[in-house]
């Protein structure tokens, strides 16, 4: 394939015509081994080393040229894309609803479901923000461990015993915010796209708020990616990437008889998952429209626990445009949950609401929420809420080892258990602002094993591992976490991490 033909096939991106090519090995010839790729990755600086924007790309040393390395992830982006969009077939949609990527009016956002039989294992992992030396060293563990074939992006097969059983499947679920506030969401997002690639139906990348070009505009990946490339080879890249992030789901239902909602923010009203979940063969739904009017119509109780005060509009049905809504009369926005929803961490905290974030939902709202939406929809697993100062969430995030089960006692154990109603927030991994700032250097993975039953009997254990030498210290456990940050001595060698850490 000639230069001038690959331009043109990356103009075909969104009708997907193009043939799918798993091999990573493209025009420029360049072919980077799992081997070659986590080496070079994990001697890359550390975000908690570099002071300013560094220019380092582990892509650029591998392809050996700006130039290579904009055709190697073009290239790569194509065939993640070819995968993704040959999902796009009507007959695995509800009712043969396929995003319409090519009109203004849809931007992709959609519901996914995964239905896991007894022992499917899914491996999950929060928030990453250019944490490179955290995923690769947690790719690092899979391979060790087995769940990757030796040198390779693949999940390794497992044997059904002896032809009788069905081989139990593994997959890997990642819930968003791949990119910003780290240097290396480049690199990041190359891992990701490798490992869908390799393994089209047992790879999720879940669509984090920070999927959305006005968010990676601003938060540092588009700097990073002009940095890294130079700004005239940058802008194909990043307009490709901007047509990438549609391709994601907004949230991901995993269960069997009943689910847990896997998404990066929070609830969100707006969207019945009922048919969806009850389908047998469809396995997306289109989400355009949010019908948050006749959610609350119907459960005027759920009304009572919104935010005194909330927005008009934040109970209103609407189109959905993108990921974060500006209104026409006012300045402002209308946000979907599932990016961008926060949870209370007080237990009799009530719900608050701040523009330009949404609806932080309090535990009265999500008990009497979750089973309004869907009776089946057990548990909530998210990431997203994270600060660089130790406040109550990061308090509960760090004293659990990385997976706080919101409103409960913090848990240390291996083992958690998903009662009904619980929200679990993953952490951020820990080569970051979180990271420095929270005095926590492990970084954390759920293994969720499926069961026959219900999710309630299914088992979440939880996994660190510790890359930056202990720096961190458990927090005593509190029956009911408290509000004011604890101070962690002085952090200003990392105030460059300070800049615009509200957004999650
Ligand atoms: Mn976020």
Redo the contacts with the bound molecule.
Sequence with gaps: MKLNSLKISLGLLLVGLNSFCASAVGVTGVSISFNQWIETCQKLPKNRETSIQTEKSALVDLAGSKERAQIAILETIQQFSNIMLQSHDKSQWINGKVPNLSSKKSCGIYAQKLILNSDDVVYVQG?LHGDIYSLTSFLKELQVHGVLKPNSFEIAKANSFFGLTKPKKTYLLFL??YTDRGFYGLEVMYTLWRLKIANPEQVVLVR???EDCKIASQFGFWREVQCKLDRSLSGPVLDVITKMYELLPAVLYVGNHDFIQCC??GLEVGYCPTQLLNAANQKYELINRLNRAVFFNRHSGAKDHMPIGVNPEELQDIELTCPCMEHRLSSRVTTLGFMWGDFQVGIHSPSSYANGRGICASKALTDVCLPAIDPRIKSIFR??QHSGELNSMMQGLVSSKGVFKLWHSYETDLKRTITNGSVFTFNVSPDSQYGVNCNYGFMTYGKLVAKSGSVESWDLFVYNIDLFGGQHRLISIEPEPIAAPIKLGNSSKYDQFHILVE??
């Design positions: 928030d968003g915010d984090g708020n920070h990066h923010g990431a997203h957004v999650g």
